[in-house]
């Protein structure tokens, strides 16, 4: 299927009667706030399967969700039946992210786990409390480096809010540009997260669909030459 563009930072991958898979830009919310109900991808796709019609019924459900900053693939239902089969078996489709972060790694390869919690502003952070926090697990794998920046490939075992963002930075490598988990960093002008592939199983027939989009331009400028 040809890719379909949308307003403000949306581009539909593939869609079908059941699923629609888009690639969302940096700076676009996937749901709606209190301050911001409209600019939201979650509301477009909306607009976008309702073909302007405000009283159709039909409509686009949540699965998953990316960061206000995050850039990269998301995968919306068209059906309750559809978005429910998804989420049951999340954990168990690959998902696989690109970061740049501050500094360079001795490991160049590792893998992260810890138990997440969240304070009353909204901050996630680790815990040794097992009961309250929730298990998280994250790879990463460095690809290139410079003198100041590492550009990793991620796999997010878990979804926890927060995760891969919490645990690079716990691991002394903030997210470029993600100034709450501790990055001052400016050069993107974003933050440097991308969700760079997804592999699920198709809500109905169960084929398996791997998509993949390109690493950001301005990712990779930071290692021209590396």
Same mark, same amino acid.
């Given at each position: ?67 206000? &900053?995050? @850039?990269?693939?998301? !995968? +919306?239902?068209?059906?309750? %039946?559809? #978005? ?33 919690? &969240?304070? @009353?502003?909204?901050? !996630? +952070?680790?815990?040794?409390? %097992?009961? #309250? ?35 690079? @930075? ?8 993600? %100034? ?47």
């Amino acid at each position: 299927m040809a890719k379909k563009h949308l307003l403000k930072g949306l581009t539909i991958i593939h869609e079908d009667q059941d699923i629609i898979v888009v690639n969302k830009a940096s700076g676009l919310l996937t749901i709606a706030t209190v301050k911001e109900k409209i600019n939201t991808a979650h509301f477009m796709l909306n607009d976008y399967v309702r073909k302007g019609n405000p009283k159709s019924r039909a409509r686009v459900f949540i699965v998953h969700r990316l960061d206000r &900053e995050t @850039s990269g693939l998301l !995968v +919306f239902a068209k059906s309750e %039946k559809a #978005k429910q089969y998804l989420q049951e078996n999340w954990s168990q489709f690959s998902k696989k992210y690109v970061a740049v972060v501050e500094g360079t790694f001795q490991d160049k390869k590792g893998v992260i786990e810890s138990y997440l919690m &969240e304070n @009353s502003s909204c901050h !996630v +952070f680790s815990t040794q409390d %097992k009961v #309250k926090g929730k298990y998280a697990k994250t790879a990463y794998s460095v690809v290139k480096e410079s003198d100041k920046y590492s550009l990793l490939e991620v796999d997010l075992f878990t979804g926890r809010k927060n995760q891969i963002r919490v645990h690079l @930075s716990e691991a002394g490598h903030p997210i470029v540009g993600d %100034k709450v988990y501790g990055s001052r960093d400016k050069v993107l002008n974003r933050m440097g997260l991308h969700s760079l592939s997804l592999t699920f199983a198709h809500p109905y027939s169960k084929k398996e669909m791997h998509f993949k989009t390109p690493v950001p331009q301005a990712f990779q400028m930071l290692f021209k030459g590396k």
